[in-house]
């Protein structure tokens, strides 16, 4: 079954530390990847997205994620963190001919940034 | 571009009344509409996909008659919530893809309260 898990429920830094968030899908096919940021009592706004193009993505807000197939794993990472970053993020999964059908989503990720 | 609005943003309402909200994309076509209910702290629930001109696709243990959900023309869908209950109380949030697209955008949520 297709699926996606996002390792640490909680993620803690300090302000101008590496920010690492996890994914990792399980799948037979590559799948498409997404990455969702989702601030206090609003909507996701998409991060970053992975559709078989470059493995390596640049997102908004300085985000990037690497597709690496052997690892099965679309980590979310910025150099250096900023308070504004505190947020939940969720890790995202489709399929090559689904367009238009629902995401998989992960649990999401809380990230804490302090001062 | 790939903005989503939802209105209300907030409603509380009584026991036993309906309420509407409405989910447009303001500035493409989205054949495809999703309705998701998210709990406090937890990850997004999909109640149910929604196609212009056709009936709605529910996920199992939603209450078809109880989420009526109406996707009328291709920038609007309608989530109506019969004869609420406090548990029904939570944060909605639509999203609505572009036609091809694997990558959803989503609303701003709102949030139900009922008394």
């Known amino acids: 079954a297709q699926s996606v898990t996002q390792l640490g429920s909680h993620v803690s830094v300090s302000e101008g530390a590496l920010v690492l968030l996890r994914c990792n899908y399980s799948?037979?096919?590559?799948?498409?990847l997404f990455w969702y940021v989702q601030y206090p009592n609003q909507g996701l706004q998409l991060l970053l997205k992975?559709?078989?193009?470059?493995?390596l993505v640049k997102g908004i807000n300085g985000f990037e994620a690497e597709f690496k197939k052997s690892e099965t794993s679309f980590h979310l990472t910025k150099p250096s963190a900023h308070m504004s970053d505190a947020a939940e993020y969720f890790c995202?999964?489709?399929?090559?001919?689904?367009?238009?059908?629902?995401?998989?989503f992960g649990k999401g990720t809380t990230l804490s940034v302090s001062s | 571009g790939a903005v989503v609005s939802q209105h209300p943003s907030r409603v509380i309402c009584k026991s036993g009344t309906s309420v509407k909200i409405e989910c447009r994309s303001l500035?493409?076509?989205?054949?495809?509409m999703f309705w998701y209910r998210q709990f406090p702290k937890q990850s997004l629930m999909l109640m149910a996909t929604?196609?212009?001109?056709?009936?709605?696709?529910?996920e199992q243990g939603v209450e078809k008659d109880k989420f009526l959900i109406n996707h009328a023309s291709l920038t609007l869908s309608t989530l109506t919530v019969t004869s609420a209950h406090p548990e029904d109380s939570s944060f909605y949030i639509c999203?609505?893809?572009?036609?091809?697209?694997?990558?959803?955008?989503f609303g701003p949520g709102t949030r139900l309260t009922v008394t």
């Open positions: 992975y559709t078989s193009a470059a493995t």
């Open positions: 999203s609505a893809s572009p036609a091809g697209a694997y990558e959803q955008y």
């Open positions: 799948s037979s096919v590559p799948p498409y």
């Open positions: 500035d493409f076509q989205a054949t495809t």
């Open positions: 995202a999964v489709s399929y090559p001919n689904q367009a238009g059908t629902a995401l998989i």
């Open positions: 929604s196609n212009e001109g056709s009936k709605a696709t529910y």
